[in-house]
Each structure stands twice: as C-alpha cells, then as structure tokens.
C-alpha cells in the first residue's frame, strides 16, 4: 500500500520561507518521479515542481527562483522550499507520484497515481 505523507505547512508572513516534506512509503520510491501540486481556495488544482529519478526538475514558470524541489532517496523524501512566500501561495499543498517507473519530471496531474492528503500553507501579508 503505497503511502504519501506531507508536512511542513503552517501560517508564515509575506517574504518567510517554509520547507514542506512528503514522506513515501509502499514502492521503490528511488524509481519514481514526484511531484508537487497546490489548490488554493476557489480554483484548480496547478502543478508546482516535479522531480525524476535522477533529480532532474520541472518547475511552473510563475514559481522559477522562489521554489526549489529535492529528494532524499535514502529517505524516501522528496521537499519543497519555498522561499520569498507571497500571499497568492497560499494553498493546499499535495505531493504526488508517478504511475510510471523512471520517467521524466512530469507536469500533468494525470501522470500521478498516488497522492497525499495535503498540507495547508497560508501566507499572510
């Protein structure tokens, strides 16, 4: 039974950083991509950051430079910093993985098959 487990969300000011954790268990996480995804209040669920086997990232243009995605594969942990936080990010925030073995970073949520239950980031201003 393949398990995700965020944490690391919380309240912080405009300009704080936070550092989330998706803690992985039931499948060979070293295998497969992760992913990061946000939905706020009121919209869609959006793509974050995304991270393959090997460490290779895909980030949404908007969030280039703020936030950085990595993985610890002998923790099976993949983390999401987030730096310079801005009202707008505040979200729910899930981390995901990927359906298929030794793929690429992917952006569409449709290529996830195992997701978190969220944790809540809110960025007062």
């Known amino acids: 039974q393949v398990q995700l487990v965020e944490s690391g969300g919380g309240l912080v000011q405009a300009g704080g950083s936070l550092r989330l954790s998706c803690a992985a268990s039931g499948r060979t996480f070293s295998r497969y991509a992760m992913g990061w995804f946000r939905q706020a209040p009121g919209k869609e669920r959006e793509f974050v950051a995304s991270i393959n086997w090997i460490g290779k990232t895909r980030y949404a243009d908007s969030l280039k430079g703020r936030f950085t995605i990595s993985r610890d594969n002998g923790k099976n942990t993949v983390y999401l910093q987030m730096n310079s936080l801005k009202p707008e990010d505040t979200a729910v925030y899930y981390c995901?993985?990927?359906?298929?073995?030794?793929?690429?970073?992917?952006?569409?949520?449709?290529?996830?098959?195992?997701w978190g239950q969220g944790t809540r980031v809110t960025v007062s201003s």
């Open positions: 995901a993985s990927t359906r298929e073995q030794y793929s690429g970073p992917r952006v569409e949520d449709g290529a996830y098959d195992y």
